[in-house]
């Protein structure tokens, strides 16, 4: 029987159709999670994939995905474009634990609700497994909702890595409806929520390694928030990897995706050490 916030509940389903194996093969080490979340008490789930050759015994990394607008937990799991397969990559060749929760909604963008399911499922993966570092990586979206939650929680995230995301949601113009559904209330109504919400405002927060992919001729989400907020990393002494792309859409190359996780993991905190604050 379930208990509030408790992913000791969980129910796993195999997914059938992995990328990891091809298709209809199915892959044991795919498990689609059921937890109550502690916040509200509803269902929600996340996709949790283990490393070949996972020993329960040993540290793992653990590699958190955000899904894009729109999306779901499968995304980053089964997609083919660049940045999932990037993420998917990098993952397996460190023999990192890798989850990708839905955050709340195909529509999240990092509500309250949102966040403290993260929160939620990074303490019972902790309980569950053997963590070392926890790294949190997304696009669009759910490259908006990394840094949001980076900056909202940096003693549990020890890096960093948005794909074409926003930095200013107070700036930003897009999606307006579904900020608003997921945030409570308009940037009108509610400022300081959506201030809050915004990583450009927080940069001394951003302590662990940050790596951004942004794009010149992206206009679902414009880089100008993310190439600021970059620039004041650098000047504080923060030392992030921006890679920017003047001529590209919105999208980030697979090379461009794998620099910026590598980086993260690269330059992150040494396993077994607490993280910065």
């Known amino acids: ?57 040993a540290a793992h990394d653990l590699l958190i995905v955000l899904h894009g607008h729109g999306s779901d937990r499968w995304q980053f799991v089964r997609d083919g474009r660049d940045e999932c397969r990037a993420a998917r990559d990098v993952a397996a060749e460190h023999g990192m634990i890798f989850v990708s929760p839905d955050y709340r909604a195909r529509t999240s963008w990092m509500g309250p609700k949102a966040e403290a399911d993260v929160v939620q499922i990074i303490a019972d993966l902790k309980k569950r497994f053997r963590i070392s570092r926890v790294l949190l990586c997304g696009g669009s979206m759910g490259g908006t909702a990394s840094l949001t939650f980076a900056a909202l929680h940096p003693e549990l995230i020890d890096g960093v890595a948005s794909m074409n995301g926003t930095a200013n949601l107070l700036e930003y113009e897009n999606f307006q409806d579904a900020i608003r559904a997921s945030f409570g209330g308009t940037k009108a109504e509610i400022p300081l929520e959506y201030k809050r919400r915004s990583a450009e405002y927080w940069p001394e927060r951003l302590t662990m390694p940050v790596g951004v992919t942004v794009s010149g001729k992206d206009t679902s989400v414009p880089p100008e928030s993310v190439l600021r907020l970059a620039g004041v990393l650098k000047a504080i002494g923060l030392d992030p990897l921006l890679i920017y792309r003047e001529h590209m859409g919105h999208s980030t190359q697979y090379a461009d995706g794998r620099a910026i996780l590598e980086f993260v993991i690269r330059r992150a905190r040494a396993p077994g050490l607490d993280s910065a604050v």
């Not at 208990?3 to 990328?19: D, E, H, K, W």
Request: net charge negative; aromatic share 8%; glycine share 12%.
């Open 1 to 57: 029987m379930c208990r509030s916030g408790s992913i000791l509940c969980t129910i796993l389903v195999f997914a059938g159709t992995s990328p990891l194996l091809g298709a209809g093969e199915p892959d044991p080490r795919v498990s689609d999670v059921v937890f109550t979340a502690a916040c509200d008490g509803t269902e929600q789930r996340y996709v949790l994939v283990l490393p070949e050759g996972f020993d329960g015994d």
